[in-house]
């Protein structure tokens, strides 16, 4: 098996229903399973109301570091797409929570990177 | 669905301003003139612009019959014209709007009020041409770029999607548009 096949392998593909936020939204999470951090409750950005009239679709990488117990800070946008798009990622970075770490495990200093990919699909029937 | 039902109102609400200055007095220097020039006209804006549409109305048509000059009546037709869409009139509003647009065909907002009620008859090939004449009249309109995404809503409509990408190598696309 080629390395690119191997590594989106575990990939799981979790449709839920997300915060008032994204009510508006089809939320799409894609996840693998080495994470350092568990997400516990993942916050979809609301597609901001500019970007949907013009049709902008774009992506946000932002990145931070989640303390012992699950929140993340030094949230900081790694790279994007549309400037449009960063208020709206990083207030649901702020918003999502991880798993607490229990007290005998060393919080890990590296970072942890989330995209948000904002998307206008057709609504047309077929 | 409030937004979409309350869109029309505030676009037209946009479109009202040219009775709220008097006649001949936008751009002037030292003109001492206390109070608009039509008050019929201002008041029928101020109505419209409260969503108060019958008086709107009522008191336009009023103001029309004392307009005096061209810049007057295309702001009474184009005023006109929006009322009679918040009314749902829409035959009436077109021929106000139609009006306004004899008198003016260079008046971007008769172009928006016409586009509008293009758009409520879903007759979209006539309102993308008033909205693409309006575009190139004032480009950076806010009630024309409300109007394009109303069109568009309606010939193409899409729905907004977020992809949460957790993935090891997951990296934003910064060509994406």
Request: hydrophobic share 40%; glycine share 4%.
């Amino acid at each position: 098996m080629n390395r690119p096949a191997r590594r989106w392998l575990p990939v799981a593909l979790l449709l839920f229903a997300m915060s008032a936020t994204a009510a508006e939204s089809r939320v799409t999470h894609l996840e693998d399973d080495n994470h350092e951090r568990v997400p516990l409750n993942t916050v979809a950005p609301a597609y901001p109301a500019a970007a949907r009239r013009d049709r902008i679709e774009g992506d946000v990488q932002v990145c931070f570091n989640v303390n012992r117990e699950g929140r993340p800070y030094r949230i900081a946008v790694r790279s994007s797409s549309n400037r449009v798009f960063e208020k709206p990622a990083i207030r649901a970075i702020r918003a999502s929570r991880y798993q607490p770490l229990p007290k005998d495990r060393e919080v890990p200093a590296i970072k942890t990177c989330r995209t948000f990919r904002f998307r206008l699909e057709s609504a047309t029937a077929d | 669905m409030t937004t979409a039902r309350l869109l029309p109102l505030l676009l037209l609400l946009g479109s009202l301003a040219h009775a709220q200055t008097p006649a001949g007095q936008a751009g002037a220097v030292a003109k001492t003139v206390v109070g608009p020039a039509n008050a019929d006209l201002a008041d029928g804006a101020a109505a419209l612009r409260t969503g108060d549409a019958e008086e709107g109305v009522r008191l336009t048509r009023r103001g029309l019959v004392t307009a005096s000059g061209q810049r007057e009546r295309v702001a009474g037709y184009s005023n006109l014209c929006a009322g009679l869409a918040m009314l749902e009139r829409l035959e009436e509003a077109l021929q106000a709007c139609n009006r306004a647009l004899q008198l003016d065909d260079e008046h971007w907002r008769s172009y928006s009020n016409r586009a509008l009620v293009y758009l409520k008859q879903e007759r979209y090939p006539e309102a993308e041409r008033d909205i693409s004449r309006g575009e190139a009249l004032n480009p950076n309109a806010r009630t024309l770029k409300t109007l394009r995404a109303m069109y568009r809503d309606a010939v193409d409509p899409v729905s907004p999607s977020i992809i949460i990408d957790d993935r090891r190598g997951a990296e934003a696309n910064e060509s994406t548009r």
